[in-house]
Nanobody
């Protein structure tokens, strides 16, 4: 069983930056395929960033990275916009992408105009 804990959310003004972290435990971290998703009020959950893909709306502003020694994946978010306001979730797929899927509980990011 994989446990994921997100942190780093909060309130920020438009144009500001935040860095989200997702700490994983319960599995060999290097075998986990990691990604970040978000869900805004009244909308479906959507992919923000994976190792191979970014949502068009965040391309050039957000960067995903991982530190296998720290069992952590990060999402650096720059030039934030009010439309980035959402709960951000960390997702892990075990077995190098062929195993079970796990989700964190999410961290709220609020961008004020």
């Amino acid at each position: 069983q994989v446990q994921l804990v997100e942190s780093g959310g909060g309130l920020v003004q438009a144009g500001g930056s935040l860095r989200l972290s997702c700490a994983a435990s319960g599995s060999i971290f290097s075998s986990l395929v990691m990604g970040w998703y978000r869900q805004a009020p009244g909308k479906q959950r959507e992919l923000v960033a994976s190792s191979t893909n970014y949502a068009d709306s965040v391309q050039g502003r957000f960067t995903i990275s991982r530190d296998n020694a720290q069992n952590t994946v990060y999402l650096q978010m720059n030039s934030l916009k009010p439309e980035d306001t959402a709960v951000y979730y960390c997702k892990a797929v075990g077995g190098w992408g062929f195993g079970s899927t796990y989700w964190g509980k999410g961290t709220l990011v609020t961008v004020s105009s």
